[in-house]
């Protein structure tokens, strides 16, 4: 465990670096996207989350640099995901899809501290589920801790609240109910 902290340690530290130069070299859209995808593979988490992140930048044409910097955020935010789930359930490698709604939790600026809980407080079959909506809820501009309340009470109430509570906030915002 010891050497894979150090190894993330290192991945993280290079990234930033790669985007620091703008133009030309190894600070190219395409040398960083390359760097992040090494460092991922070097870090054991899936490359082909961050392909995909490239996919998806190209299909909607946004230019090169933005994907890059996506790639690089996205892949600190898989790597802090995979250590976390890694601390709180040693015995397994996080699953992809666990994985990826972790980091985009993460991404949306929920705390690991609140994270946990709702992995801990949340049935296995309905984890993925909870901190992905979560994350929407957060985004919607929901504080975490409320929205961590709102999901951890859905959750108590069953699959079909917890998959219609990004519908009840945006129609709660949208009355100006907050």
């Known amino acids: 465990m010891r050497t894979r902290l150090i190894v993330v340690a290192i991945c993280l530290a290079l990234i930033p670096r790669a985007g620091w130069a703008q133009t030309g070299g190894a600070g190219s859209p395409e040398a960083r996207i390359a760097a992040a995808l090494a460092a991922a593979q070097a870090a054991g988490v899936p490359a082909s989350i961050l392909e995909l992140k490239v996919k998806e930048g190209q299909a909607k044409h946004v230019p ?49 501290e609140t994270l946990a809980r709702i992995h801990r407080d949340t ?35 069953g699959a079909e609240a917890l998959l219609g509570l990004p519908g009840r906030v945006r129609a709660r915002t949208r009355d100006g109910g907050g």
């Open 64 to 112: 090169l640099v933005r994907v890059a910097s996506a790639v690089e955020e996205r892949l600190q935010a898989l790597i802090s995901a995979d250590v976390f789930l890694r601390d709180l359930v040693p015995e397994r490698t996080p699953p992809t899809p666990e994985l990826t709604v972790a980091a985009d939790a993460i991404l949306a600026g929920i705390e690991l």
């Open 123 to 157: 049935p296995a079959d309905q984890r993925i589920v909870a901190m992905s909506v979560l994350a929407e809820v957060v985004r919607m501009g929901i504080p975490p801790d409320a929205a961590a309340t709102e999901v951890r009470d859905a959750v108590r109430s």
